[in-house]
């Protein structure tokens, strides 16, 4: 908090500052005081605070990892910042996505702002770049993920940098392709009951001649008595994280919770088929 309000401060003024709160605040319980100050009456022991026109409380729970927590609060949070700042780190697997030019051009703001801080003027000009960047990104919605499309040759694009297609092998292309034409949820055990439409969808995603193999392969896939279609899951879920940050590749993954029907969260007028395939 310090060196968020006062960064022009050196790391011993930081130690003085320290040292003299810690010992005029030796009687003083500051989290017990500044719940007392917010009205907090609640149970929850472990979080995250956001501070805007009010505080809100996000509890960690603990049997959930420390980066799932984090990664949920970030997806959760209001679309709408009411007069607080919200900021997000740009993960670095999103960096593979952009062209080039963007990828320099980020690094080299990224390096002007680090000898600004260096040299101590970043404080300076700090208000400018502020109103700068919330000027230049008003109206961007970060939430928002770009459309997905199927084309006629049953390539998966997702329409950013030019059309990124997303590679997956034949069948786990084909179950990508199952989720995406069901609007509803599907139970696990009762992909079954869809074996025709699959062994339909991998007829026409596989460059296989043999009936038969392929029809072996989707029984496989729907044996409620193995996990094989999980392999599959955890493909897609690879390939799309590699391309994006978790709260956006999150729409594009089929989920659900342990032993609940699955789904894709991506909503359906963000899908497109260049042509029915049923």
């Not at 996000?58 to 900021?87: A, C, M, Q, R, T």
């Not at 801080?117 to 970043?122: F, K, P, S, V, Y």
């Not at 297609?165 to 084909?174: A, P, R």
Request: glycine fraction near 4%; charged fraction near 30%.
């Amino acid at each position: 908090m310090l060196k968020e309000c006062f960064p022009e401060f050196d790391d011993l003024s930081y130690l003085a500052i320290n040292e003299d709160m810690k010992n005029s605040l030796k009687d003083f319980n500051f989290i017990e005081e500044f719940f007392d100050f917010i009205n907090y009456n609640g149970t929850i022991k472990k979080g995250c605070l956001s501070s805007n026109l009010s505080f809100t409380i996000l509890e960690h729970k603990e049997d959930e990892s420390v980066e799932k927590f984090i990664n949920d609060y970030i997806h959760y949070l209001p679309s709408i910042s009411n007069g607080g700042n919200i900021y997000y780190q740009l993960d670095t697997k999103a960096l593979k996505t952009l062209k080039k030019e963007t990828i320099d051009s980020y690094e080299a703001i990224k390096t002007n702002l680090e000898k600004l801080r260096d040299n101590g003027e970043l404080v300076l000009i700090a208000p400018k770049l502020y109103k700068l960047l919330e000027s230049t990104i008003q109206g961007i919605r970060f939430e928002d993920v770009a459309s997905l499309t199927v084309t006629k040759n049953f390539k998966i694009l997702i329409a950013n940098n030019e059309n990124l297609e997303i590679k997956l092998s034949h069948l786990t292309k084909t179950i990508f392709i199952f989720f995406l034409i069901k609007k509803e949820a599907i139970h696990i055990k009762e992909l079954i009951q869809h074996e025709k439409m699959l062994l339909s969808i991998y007829k026409h995603v596989s460059n296989q001649l043999s009936h038969d193999r392929m029809k072996e392969s989707i029984q496989e896939l729907i044996n409620p008595k193995n996990d094989a279609i999980y392999t599959h899951f955890s493909r897609l879920k690879t390939e799309i994280q590699n391309h994006f940050e978790s709260n956006v590749s999150q729409q594009y993954l089929i989920s659900g919770g342990k032993g609940e029907p699955k789904k894709i969260s991506l909503p359906k007028e963000k899908i497109i088929f260049e042509q029915e395939i049923f």
